[in-house]
T-cell receptor, first 114, second 111 residues
Framework: DAGVIQSPRHEVTEMGQEVTLRCKPISGHDYLFWYRQTMMRGLELLIYFNNNVPIDDSGMPEDRFSAKMPNASFSTLKIQPSEPRDSAVYFC????????????FGPGTRLTVT | RKEVEQDPGPFNVPEGATVAFNCTYS??????FFWYRQDCRKEPKLLMSVYSSGNEDGRFTAQLNRASQYISLLIRDSKLSDSATYLCVVNPMLNFNKFYFGSGTKLNVKP
């Protein structure tokens, strides 16, 4: 079975540009999570969805960040405009409500904003 | 105060050594606990769940101490391939699907 799929794997962009990260969760999973990982702050939860509905976006740093999940098999995280401090690895993860609650992570998108 | 705290290490140990990591959590109502492993430049992957009675998986043993609010991971007979960062994860009872990750403990196993 395919795991969580993320694209692109690497993204280099200039400050001020729009960045869109994509995620396809594991089929049948009803929770989807977006995380950001940096050396300084570790792994931070940005937002998560249940059955395509955003449940908790308290980790989204500011209005420049937005996330959508138009259907059960696709989600996007958008940063507009991007800033150098957004440079990080962004992970998408999915899980199944019925347990055992393990979250399966995608390979991540390494974002560099210059 | 952070939800989950870990010693960042690194722990540098020789092959064959036994090494233990601890992690403390702040929410006394937390019910689910896990250890994840993250290799360099890779995604986190579940290593093992932590049960109230403690559990063992081969060379790995996880323990939970609710009174002191910490969980531990013991690795016996360390292998070079155990070199990684180990993330402590806590799942508060009120929300079974929202994990809090520790910042990780780095382990280097040397030949």
């Amino acid at each position: 079975d395919a795991g969580v799929i993320q694209s692109p794997r690497h993204e280099v962009t200039e400050m001020g540009q729009e960045v869109t990260l994509r995620c396809k969760p594991i089929s049948g999973h009803d929770y989807l999570f977006w995380y950001r990982q940096t050396m300084m702050r570790g792994l931070e939860l940005l937002i998560y969805f249940n059955n395509n509905v955003p449940i908790d976006d308290s980790g989204m740093p500011e209005d420049r960040f937005s996330a959508k999940m138009p259907n059960a098999s696709f989600s996007t995280l958008k940063i507009q405009p991007s800033e150098p401090r957004d440079s990080a690895v962004y992970f998408c993860a999915s899980s199944f409500y019925q347990g055992p609650y393990e979250q399966y992570f995608g390979p991540g998108t390494r974002l560099t904003v210059t | 105060r952070k939800e989950v705290e870990q010693d960042p290490g690194p722990f540098n140990v020789p092959e064959g050594a036994t090494v233990a990591f601890n992690c403390t959590y702040s929410n006394s109502a937390s019910q689910s606990f896990f250890w994840y492993r993250q290799d360099c430049r890779k995604e986190p992957k579940l290593l093992m769940s932590v049960y109230s009675s403690g559990n063992e998986d081969g060379r790995f043993t996880a323990q939970l101490n609710r009174a002191s609010q910490y969980i531990s991971l013991l690795i016996r007979d360390s292998k070079l391939s155990d070199s990684a960062t180990y993330l402590c994860v806590v799942n508060p009872m009120l929300n079974f699907n929202k994990f809090y990750f520790g910042s990780g403990t780095k382990l280097n196993v040397k030949p």
